[in-house]
């Protein structure tokens, strides 16, 4: 266990199973990881294996099968994970959302009816929001459901949906003006639709298309696709917590924990990228003495480990919040930009130590360098944070003259 990014008052059962998961990491990821992501494969076995220590089900209930545990046991899992390869903790993330969405805002028929399979992991879970033309504008999506008889309709296209072959239950946000009058504001008139369906590409469902994995420069493995809706049928009951009109908080309150876990893999990829600039710094020579004897190096070093200790303690602050049942938009945001920040800080900084082999697919730093952007923009980008974390501020410090 490296000096870095501990945390403080964890118990008995935190500590067992964060153990056990640096374990697997080390042990079934880092190995395998390089290779896999080379070749832009989805890591089956790593997936089969999370499903046996029990992590799709970390937050979910016990009495739905799951382990019941914190959010900051899961971030602080999600971390490790992280660190062993980004992709990874991007298919538990989005899975961990709508089974999060369900927890909280779902029937009792729609937490019996997936909650137990989530938790077992039979049932995989993505999430959708984005569009191809509105980025982080949610309020301006243009899908739509529209109520026929006992069902409803869904018609649009969906973009950037991690898990989108590889999941079988979608949530959707959709506009669904129906029971919301002329002049509703636009996030009022959002619903979530819970769509299942089979795993795989091209029609998956009658008026369900999932075209193909699209092509990324970083955070390969995990499929990323487009969603095509036309004329998606859904029975009432699949609307998330069976009302209209609640889609846009159901979403936003699960985002927020998903920010925690987006700083929670900045976290991961960090640690990762020191670990492997403080090893190469002590092997590599250059004028008779390992570059780590250069002062200029160890400056390198000293800011690296100032940020991931940084970033840790925001991202611990941010999930111990939720858990106390506070509201945490605010450290959210701040731990995800951050965090995401601070990461691409550090890889590039490693990379630097690493001179010209950085560049060289041999090093798994060149692999890093390639996958921290991501987190610049997952989950809202910095410009977005910004603006969450600056109005929530004039809230806290309003001028009261």
């Known amino acids: 266990m490296s000096r870095l990014a501990q945390t403080a008052d964890l118990t008995d ?42 992590l799709f089900g970390l937050m979910i209930p016990e009495e739905y099968g799951g382990l019941g545990e ?26 961990f959302i709508v089974a999060y ?12 009816t997936f909650l137990p399979r989530m ?20 309020s301006a999506i243009t899908s739509k459901g529209v109520k026929d008889g006992d069902e409803y309709v869904l018609d649009g296209q969906k973009m950037w949906l991690t898990n989108g072959g590889t999941s079988t239950l979608v949530a959707v946000l959709c506009r669904s003006d129906e029971g919301h009058p002329e002049g509703t504001a636009r996030h009022r008139s959002m619903t979530t639709f819970l769509v299942e369906k089979e795993p795989g590409f091209g029609e998956v469902r009658p008026g369900l298309t999932i075209p ?15 969603l095509i809706m036309d004329g998606l049928r859904i029975p009432a009951n699949r609307v998330l917590g069976g009302a209209t009109g609640r889609g846009f908080y159901q979403m936003m309150d699960g985002v927020e924990v998903g920010r925690v876990n987006v700083a929670a893999r900045g976290c991961g990829v960090a640690q990762r990228a020191f670990e492997l600039g403080v090893a190469y710094a002590q092997q590599r020579q250059t004028f008779g003495k390992a570059i780590a004897e250069h002062q200029a190096i160890q400056f390198k070093l000293a800011e ?10 925001m991202m611990v602050n941010a999930a111990r919040k939720k858990d106390s049942g506070e509201r945490n938009d605010l450290e959210a945001g701040m731990a995800k930009y951050l965090a995401s920040e601070y990461c691409k800080e550090v890889v590039e900084d490693a990379f ?16 890093l360098y390639r996958e921290a952007p991501m987190l610049l923009i997952g989950e809202g980008t910095a410009e977005i944070q910004k603006m969450i974390i600056g109005r929530r501020l004039l809230e806290e410090y309003r001028f009261q003259g």
């Open 13 to 54: 059962i935190q500590r067992e199973i964060l153990s056990t998961v640096r374990d697997f990491v080390d042990k079934e990821i880092l190995p395998v990881a390089t290779g896999l992501e080379h070749r832009d494969e989805y890591p089956a076995q790593i997936v089969e294996g999370l499903k046996e220590l029990g």
């Open 70 to 95: 914190s959010l900051l046991t899961y971030a602080l899992c999600v971390e490790e994970i992280a660190r062993g390869w980004m992709s990874v903790s991007g298919i538990i993330n989005t899975h």
């Open 101 to 112: 969405m369900l927890k909280q805002h779902g029937t009792q028929e729609q937490k019996d």
């Open 119 to 138: 938790a077992a992991g039979e049932v995989r879970g993505a999430f959708s929001m984005s569009e191809p033309g509105l980025g982080s504008d949610v």
């Open 212 to 226: 193909g994995k699209i092509d990324k420069m970083g955070y390969k493995g995990v499929d990323t696709t487009e």
């Open 304 to 313: 690296m480990a100032t940020k991931v200790e940084a970033a840790h303690a």
């Open 352 to 367: 630097r130590i690493h001179g010209g082999y950085g560049f060289s697919k041999e090093y798994e730093i060149e692999r």
